[in-house]
């Protein structure tokens, strides 16, 4: 799972599949969504902030963070779906305010009312959080060596790896062409604080990676595709999983 702290953790078409025309509805009213998506995770995060520090115990588990800290959130599925609704929400705000119109008045109170729901469902199941939080990895370097290690169009991703052994989000792929007599390496850039190790996959479409190192690589190490090809191993994580989820005045531990 993505952390909070990785990006925006919602896209349009994720949008779409709450409000079927909100892509045609934006593009005619002069709405920019994105934007739209950006300001939801702003106010929840500062909602969040205000939960974890009435709730949370994450300073007591590292002490080098705040327990206001978004960086060990992990975005859960009900965490979500409280920002596809919070940002329903503005949307239809925004177009209630310009057009006066009854029909956007009702969805933005109907998204509203359903962004409080889940709002409350989440802080009763509970935050996840992690203890070493991952941040999501940059995309790497390619350069292309002499020797042989197989011709055609490479992806490549990268993910971190703490000193637990989890990894965080991968990196966007990177695109890398490679001639008859050129190998393919692969450098890791800006690790996190907490990162000791990466991973790197590759393949030659973006659907298709996989783990290309057997033991984790070194932040400062350099992966050199073999000559017999690419191996097949496992496919990228879609990052952590939550060390513990935290609800209004407890924890409750992973397991």
């Known amino acids: 799972m993505a952390l909070f702290l990785d990006g925006t953790i919602s896209t349009l078409e994720e949008l779409r599949a709450y409000e079927s025309s909100v892509i045609e509805l934006a593009a005619v009213e002069g709405l920019d969504l994105a934007a739209k998506l950006e300001l939801a995770q702003k106010e929840i995060g500062v909602e969040l902030q205000e939960f974890l520090s009435d709730h949370g115990d994450i300073g007591a588990q590292t002490a080098d963070r705040s327990v206001s800290d978004l960086s060990p959130v992990v975005v859960t599925e009900p965490l979500q779906q409280w920002h596809l609704l919070r940002t329903l929400g503005l949307v239809f705000e925004d177009l209630s305010s310009k057009r006066f119109d009854d029909r ?91 990162a000791i190790a990466f991973d790197v996959y590759a393949g030659f479409t973006e659907s298709g990676l996989s783990r290309q190192n057997s033991q984790p690589l070194s932040p400062a190490s350099e992966w050199i595709a073999p000559e017999t090809g690419l191996t097949t191993g496992p496919p990228p994580a879609p990052g952590q999983s939550p060390n513990r989820y935290v609800q209004a005045n407890k924890q409750l531990r992973r397991g």
């Not at 956007?104 to 009763?124: A, I, M, N, P, V």
């Not at 062409?177 to 190998?183: A, E, H, V, Y």
């Open 104 to 194: 956007y008045g009702d969805k933005r109170k109907t998204y509203r009312s359903r962004d409080r729901e889940c709002r409350d469902r989440l802080f009763r199941i509970g935050v996840g959080v992690v203890d070493q939080p991952v941040a999501k990895a940059s995309m790497p370097r390619a350069r292309t060596l002499s020797g042989f290690g197989g011709a055609g169009l490479y992806y490549v991703k990268i993910a971190w790896r703490n000193a637990s052994g989890e990894s965080g989000e991968p990196s966007h792929a990177l695109t890398h062409m490679i001639r008859d007599g050129g190998r393919l390496a692969v450098t890791a850039v800006a690790p996190p604080a907490s």
